[in-house]
């Protein structure tokens, strides 16, 4: 399968991977125990429109944007999904990080899923529900830039070498008026893990 990035990376996209997706919104929304996010910026705590939510085997602890999360047991959906992105990418995934974006004014910044927990070349399968949105990447070294609009019921695969050679973004979006979810499963190392 070809690459969507023209270079340094494998990158793969399956709109309407997910049956359904209406139905996951909804319940993903009313059910997950969202929690507004708080980062460290400049050393000050800085709590954010965004809300997220972090699920994993075992007890699992990740630790990123200055925080440490404690993996919250997994619903039936959520491992319903889980195993679809599994089957997409290839990979077993054992956590997810949840992404509540209220609107377009709701957006993640640049920024690479390189943690020492998730090993030196992580996949990452991101999951998208509700409002389309557009999804950049850029190359680290060369600025080269590609732009993707993910739809409701979408699995992105970030294979190998997207993390170490490239960044990505949501950013903000004035056309985008109602709601998204975005689920990015994750394989995190067990000896790298806050236990």
Not at 44 to 51: E, G, L, P
Request: glycine share 8%.
């Amino acid at each position: 399968m070809k690459t969507l990035l023209p270079f340094d990376g494998e990158l793969h996209y399956f709109p309407h991977a997910i049956p359904w997706p209406d139905r996951y919104f909804e319940v993903l929304r009313r059910e997950i125990a969202w929690q507004n996010e708080t980062i460290t910026m400049f050393g000050k705590r800085i709590t954010m429109q965004r809300m997220v939510s972090w699920h994993a085997d075992d007890g699992l602890s990740y630790r990123y944007a200055g925080s440490e999360k404690k993996g919250l047991p997994w619903t039936p959906e959520l491992l319903e999904i889980r195993e679809i992105a599994g089957q997409f990418s290839k990979t077993s995934f054992n956590s997810c990080l949840l992404n509540l974006y209220h609107d377009g004014k709701d957006a993640m910044g640049w920024h690479s899923d390189n943690e020492r927990p998730l090993g030196p070349d992580p996949v990452i399968a991101s999951v998208s529900f509700g409002q389309e949105r557009k999804f950049s990447l850029r190359h680290k070294e060369s600025g080269t830039r590609v732009d993707l609009v993910l739809e409701s019921g979408s699995v992105l695969v970030m294979g190998s070498g997207v993390q170490q050679k490239w960044k990505h973004a949501v950013p903000p979006s004035a056309k985008a008026n109602a709601a998204r979810i975005n689920l990015t499963f994750r394989r995190i190392l067990p000896e790298l893990s806050i236990r």
